[in-house]
């Protein structure tokens, strides 16, 4: 359990109550085949909309043609009823996980054809209301944003997109049939091609209803444009929501991490809040034990909000932020009122020297964790510290508290220490701000 992340506990925000209250879902992707125990509890206590990480894809219903296996797929739409949960329906055709017959398999122009509709009407007339959205196309596009060469693409042309919504539509009027991608999340080559496609789809009077934005994202590379690119696409007539979000670091995660990756949650939150066409969030699994990122980026992870333990991380709560809850929780500071900052260097050698920092909240509330911020005079570097996590970019140093020193009463102080280098001069820094508030030097 990292620092400030508070355990689960009875005052813990429901993520679905506010979502609801917010006009929004908020969902997670799920293995059908954990459903049980904690697993289960959380995902229909947090959850209003499931989406099946596997179990709907045509590889898992039809392994063998024209035999299939709709267990996983009908253990999750109706543990979905059971819960009062939307499920979104994913996905029908995709170039990855197709079964092995259809993968490898020669079949002339017209008979792919057949298959492909075929298929789309069979899995979607099975969970005929029953489905509020479905990833009809997955992922048809290049990093550049032309068309992705899969089977489909390079035996049918474009059209195949069209005759798989047109079949969807035909097999469930009431289901919101999405194209979905990854990549797309910004402005950028990507997105512009599928702005394209959705604008080319649209004039062809093809019935798609939403364009999905996975959101796989990386620490720090949170595209700024997400906001305005959800936007341009509502604003061509579709509803647009985010469908695979999680956002994933190198690890051992730091608690400065967590706590980045917490404000990154609530910005991808927010954003879709922001437009009004965007109809909800769902992230890529809701636990750290149950994410495809440690398989596909060795040395990756921790990309969801909860930990492997089903211990709520701070993104859990950047999230219900969002959302528009008030209760604190993960690393919410409080308000910075008044501080004040002692620097002192303890000793100094040729090249090194340790100093010690004391933090003081001279406000009137109390600060629930912190950062503190300063930019070097002389050129020094941090090369190694207690009590805090601290780390550097050029000459901006930032120190994030200890599990154990977060918490600062009105009138208190936090203290830690480390070791730098200096050649030249070793001036101490003359500004402080701790969570952005400027602090007086004492
Ligand atoms: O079920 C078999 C198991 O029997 C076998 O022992 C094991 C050995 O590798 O593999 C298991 O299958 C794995 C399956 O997940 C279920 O766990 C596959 O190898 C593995 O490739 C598959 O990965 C899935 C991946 O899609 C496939 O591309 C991930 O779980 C799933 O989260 C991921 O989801 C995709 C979305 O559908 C589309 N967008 C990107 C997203 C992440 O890649």
Redesign the pocket.
């Known amino acids: 359990m990292v620092g400030f992340a508070a355990p689960a506990h009875a005052a813990d925000p429901v993520l679905r109550d506010l979502a609801t209250a917010k006009g929004t879902y908020y969902g997670t992707?799920v293995?059908g085949s954990k459903l049980t125990g904690t697993y289960g509890s959380v995902t229909g206590a947090q959850f209003d909309s499931i989406t099946p990480?596997?179990e709907m894809?045509w590889g898992s219903v039809e392994p063998t043609r024209g035999s299939f296996n709709w267990a996983g797929a009908d253990g999750i739409v109706n543990f979905a009823e059971a819960h009062g949960q939307k499920v979104r329906g994913?996905?029908l055709v995709?170039h990855?996980?197709m079964p092995n017959w259809l993968a490898n398999g020669t079949f002339s122009d017209a008979e792919l054809r057949t298959i492909t509709t075929g298929h789309v009407t069979t899995e979607v007339a099975r969970y005929k209301g029953r489905i509020d959205h479905w990833d009809v196309v997955?992922?048809p596009l290049n990093e550049d944003g032309t068309m992705r060469a899969s089977k489909f693409y390079t035996q049918l042309g474009e059209s195949y997109i069209a005759d798989a919504f047109r079949a969807a539509r035909a097999a469930d009027p009431a289901a919101k049939l999405y194209i979905?991608d990854?990549n797309t999340d910004g402005t950028g080559a990507k997105s512009n091609g599928m702005y394209s496609l959705v604008q080319r789809l649209k004039a062809q009077g093809v019935p798609i209803d939403g364009v999905g934005f996975?959101g796989?994202l990386i620490l720090g590379q949170v595209p700024s444009t997400l906001q305005a690119n959800l936007q341009r696409f509502a604003d061509l007539g579709v509803d647009v929501a985010i469908t695979?979000l999680d956002i994933r670091m190198t690890l051992p995660a730091t608690d400065a991490e967590l706590a980045q990756q917490k404000a990154e949650f609530k910005a991808v939150t927010s954003a879709c809040l922001a437009v009004t066409r965007c109809k909800g969030v769902t992230v890529?699994?809701f636990t750290d034990s149950d994410s495809?990122i440690p398989?596909?980026f060795p040395g990756q992870g921790a990309a969801t909000p909860y930990d492997a333990n089903f211990q709520p991380k701070p993104a859990y709560y950047g999230i219900a932020e969002a959302l528009g809850w008030t209760g604190g929780g993960g690393g919410d500071p409080g308000p910075v009122t008044g501080c004040a900052v002692s620097y002192a260097v303890q000793s100094q050698w040729n090249t090194g020297f340790t100093a010690g920092v004391t933090v003081r909240n001279t406000g009137s509330s109390a600060i629930d964790g912190w950062t503190l911020k300063w930019t070097w005079p002389s050129g020094q570097s941090v090369t190694s510290a207690w009590n805090a996590t601290v780390s550097q970019s050029g000459t901006q140093v930032t120190a994030v508290n200890a599990a154990h020193n977060g918490a600062i009463a009105a009138g208190g102080s936090a203290t830690f220490g480390f070791n730098g280098a200096w050649s030249g001069g070793n001036t101490a820094p003359s500004t402080f701000t701790l969570n952005g508030a400027a602090c007086t030097t004492a």
């Open positions: 992707a293995t990480g596997n894809k994913h996905t995709w990855s996980q997955n992922e979905n990854y996975q796989h695979e890529w699994g495809w398989d596909v």
